[in-house]
């Protein structure tokens, strides 16, 4: 049986310059500490005294990704560029923070149909957090009517339902029980 090398567990060849750092609030010694968040400093003194310092800093929440050659930002005249965001990708101003301009990714000239729900809003497209693509009422949250497939401006023909839905090709009906498609 082989033994462990305990030394390859050991920070102390390479110790961080954080090490001989001081608590800036209360002089004490700091440690590496891990949070739901990732790793950060904190004083080896808590409760007493409550510093904290991430680790990395955090720039913006959102990276360019291409910028788009031949676009203008209508508000300040600079380039638009192609973004990640939390809730995914965008077109924005390569100028932001400074302008906060973001372009709508839905298709042009596109008809938004009616909220089959309330009969007072619309349907847009949105996108998750998760990047996937979605319908939901523009009154939210007032009214919470959700589809996941391209919303079409035309009843369905069997049961009434004022919208139909696009999905694979097919052209259906969102209601359950109605088993419309053509």
Known sequence: MSKIDHSLFSTHGSAQEWASEPCPQCG???QLRH????????CASYPACDYLRPLKVIEHDQDVEKVLEGSECPSCG??????????GLFIGCTRFP??????DL?????????CPACREGQLVARTSRYGKRFYA????PGCRFVVNDRPLAEPCPECGYG??????GQILCPRKGCGYHR
């Open 163 to 168: 919208i139909l839905v696009e999905r694979k």
């Open 106 to 114: 839905n298709e042009p000239n596109a008809v938004e149909p009616a």
């Open 78 to 87: 600079h380039a638009l560029a192609m973004k990640k965001g939390r809730f």
């Open 28 to 30: 004490g010694k700091l």
């Open 137 to 140: 009422c523009n009154r939210y």
């Open 35 to 42: 949070g739901k968040h990732g790793a950060f400093l904190g």
């Open 98 to 103: 400074a302008c906060r301009y973001v372009a």
